[in-house]
């Protein structure tokens, strides 16, 4: 298997999810929509970790699962989005993301 491409984020952030760790949605270098998750700048990232070996186990099960990749987000992109749940330290150091479309498994297939 090959190591998780890596892009950067092309344009502002324009959406904040309200679920767990808060991830944010923005276009990126490949222009393509992706979910970007961090770890709230704490290090080492363990749940990101857990989650790109996790991608790497469905790939390897043959299990749909979208594309994973690492980005480096421009601190510029996350002013538009500020808040105690996003903010520009957590995203220092290389952030995990998952591509935004893609086809869920039903299990029928």
């Given at each position: 298997?090959?190591?998780?491409?890596?892009?950067?984020?092309?344009?502002?952030?324009?959406?904040?999810?309200?679920?767990?760790?808060?991830?944010?949605?923005a276009i990126c270098s490949d222009f393509n929509t992706y979910v970007i998750k961090h770890?709230?700048?704490?290090?080492?990232?363990?749940?990101?970790?857990?989650?790109?070996?996790?991608?790497?186990?469905?790939?390897?099960?043959?299990?749909?699962?979208?594309?994973?990749?690492?980005?480096?987000?421009?601190?510029?992109?996350?002013?538009?989005?500020?808040?105690?749940?996003?903010?520009?330290?957590?995203?220092?150091?290389?952030?995990?993301?998952w591509e935004q479309t893609f086809k869920v498994w039903n299990?029928?297939?």
């Amino acid at each position: 298997m090959q190591a998780p491409k890596r892009i950067h984020t092309q344009s502002d952030v324009f959406e904040v999810r309200e679920t767990n760790n808060y991830p944010v949605l923005a276009i990126c270098s490949d222009f393509n929509t992706y979910v970007i998750k961090h770890n709230r700048g704490r290090i080492p990232a363990n749940k990101l970790a857990v989650e790109l070996v996790a991608s790497y186990f469905l790939k390897l099960f043959e299990i749909p699962t979208p594309l994973v990749s690492l980005i480096d987000v421009d601190e510029e992109h996350i002013m538009s989005v500020l808040s105690n749940f996003c903010q520009p330290a957590y995203f220092k150091i290389p952030c995990f993301l998952w591509e935004q479309t893609f086809k869920v498994w039903n299990g029928n297939e």
